[in-house]
């Protein structure tokens, strides 16, 4: 009895000390689309389970995806060697060190996991995450944003304040303009009963 609520104590403190683990989902599509552009996490996470579910019908060989995080500046590179490692690798080089995380590709109605460290990610850092299936890249690519844990942030300390901007001080005054001057009698007839008298001019 003691022992286990000695074994979960200490299972929270470890897990204190080791951060949180967080928990992402994305999908993709028929169409090519992931159902987000942009994924975030902080950096309290110090692990992260990004979940991949194939929303659509397609086969993979067809519309087969994949989730994989790089730098950004590592895309096009990794998306390449991908292409040329085929389909037996899942569209990527293996051992490819520009690859912070990869799932395994999916096809209609499947779900894969990757479960990775943030230990790598720097705040600040431009990552980008993409599918590396044969020409979905251009389609489906977003941003991950890994940023600072938020602490108790100052209270909107930099704000302005919303000062009322002088109103009107600009505007200059709707002044009739001689020229909108319509002719006169053109809207009037529209509307007027055919017995009514014209006016006289
Ligand atoms: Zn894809």
Same mark, same amino acid.
């Given at each position: 009895?003691?022992?286990? +609520?000695? +074994?979960?104590?200490?299972?929270?403190?470890?897990?204190?000390?080791?951060?949180?683990?967080?928990?992402? *989902?994305?999908? %993709?599509?028929?169409?090519?689309?992931?159902? !987000?552009? &942009?994924?975030?996490?902080?950096?309290?996470?110090?692990?992260?389970?990004?979940?991949?579910? $194939?929303? %659509?019908?397609?086969? !993979?060989?067809?519309?087969? $995806?994949?989730?994989?995080?790089?730098?950004?500046?590592?895309?096009?590179?990794? +998306?390449?060697?991908? +292409?040329?490692?085929?389909?037996?690798? /899942?569209?990527? *080089? *293996? %051992?490819? @060190?520009?690859?912070?995380? @990869?799932?395994?590709? &999916?096809? %209609?109605? =499947? *779900?894969?996991?990757?479960?990775?460290?943030?230990? #790598?990610?720097?705040?600040?850092?431009?990552?980008?995450?993409?599918?590396?299936?044969?020409? $979905?890249? /251009?389609?489906?690519?977003?941003?991950?944003?890994?940023?600072?844990?938020?602490?108790?942030?100052?209270?909107? #300390?930099?704000?302005?304040?919303? #000062?009322?901007?002088?109103?009107?001080?600009? !505007?200059?005054?709707?002044?009739?303009?001689?020229? =909108?001057?319509?002719?006169?009698? =053109?809207?009037?007839? !529209?509307?007027?009963?055919?017995?009514?008298?014209?006016?006289?001019?």
């Amino acid at each position: 009895m003691f022992s286990k +609520v000695l +074994v979960l104590l200490l299972s929270m403190a470890a897990t204190l000390l080791q951060g949180k683990d967080c928990a992402l *989902q994305i999908a %993709g599509n028929d169409m090519m689309r992931f159902d !987000k552009q &942009v994924l975030q996490v902080d950096s309290a996470c110090s692990r992260v389970t990004l979940t991949l579910t $194939h929303s %659509g019908q397609l086969p !993979k060989a067809a519309m087969g $995806h994949n989730w994989v995080l790089t730098k950004a500046a590592d895309k096009d590179a990794t +998306v390449a060697a991908g +292409v040329t490692a085929g389909p037996q690798h /899942g569209y990527l *080089q *293996q %051992g490819d @060190a520009r690859i912070i995380a @990869a799932t395994g590709m &999916v096809g %209609g109605k =499947e *779900q894969t996991s990757v479960t990775f460290s943030t230990s #790598k990610l720097k705040v600040g850092e431009k990552y980008l995450f993409f599918c590396t299936f044969p020409g $979905h890249v /251009g389609l489906m690519t977003g941003n991950f944003l890994f940023t600072a844990a938020s602490k108790a942030k100052p209270a909107d #300390k930099a704000k302005p304040a919303n #000062k009322a901007k002088p109103a009107d001080k600009a !505007k200059p005054a709707n002044k009739a303009k001689p020229d =909108e001057a319509k002719p006169a009698n =053109e809207a009037a007839t !529209k509307t007027m009963p055919s017995s009514a008298t014209p006016s006289p001019q």
